[in-house]
């Protein structure tokens, strides 16, 4: 057989079976299109009522002085003000050793939400400062969040 036969025959077969691999969705993890809107658009903005809007009970926590190796934790509550669901998609901080947690749910308006954020200082000295970026359907559609600790070393006796 020829190599461009060949290379026919390979070209007709995949083209065949690609759209058996079409990915499927069940409806559980799926998010309603209504949920996520665009509120820029062509006819202009849309009036902030039928957003979501994320409105923090602080933006900053200060765990004060730590001894290097303490975990600690603090849960930043939130209540969603607007007028539509709050979906939180991603939750991210600047390093390894500030991990987050929230809730994939969608936060309907006028309920509250809670994002919780973890502090390793192994390994930090000194002042040290964190930021928590939060991606969500609101606008703007990103918010941040601030953690910051004094790391003391303890001095080891002999």
Do not use: Y
Request: charge should be neutral; aromatic fraction near 6%; charged fraction near 15%.
């Amino acid at each position: 057989m020829s190599l461009t036969v060949r290379s026919v025959l390979i070209f007709a077969l995949c083209a065949l079976a690609l759209p058996g691999c079409k990915q499927r969705t069940t409806q559980e993890n799926q998010v309603s299109p209504d949920l996520v809107t665009n509120p820029v658009t062509a006819s202009g903005k849309k009036p902030t009522s039928e957003l979501p809007v994320m409105e923090f009970e602080f933006d900053h926590h200060d765990f004060g002085t730590v001894i290097q190796g303490e975990k600690l934790s603090v849960v930043f509550n939130f209540t969603n003000t607007g007028g539509a669901d709050l979906v939180i998609s991603q939750v991210s901080s600047t390093c390894g050793c500030t991990v987050p947690s929230w809730s994939t749910k969608p936060v309907k308006p006028g309920d509250r939400g809670s994002i919780e954020v973890v502090f390793n200082s192994a390994g930090k000295t000194g002042t040290v400062h964190k930021s928590i970026n939060i991606l969500a359907n609101t606008q703007p559609n990103t918010v941040q969040l601030e953690i910051s600790a004094e790391v003391f070393v303890p001095t080891s006796k002999k």
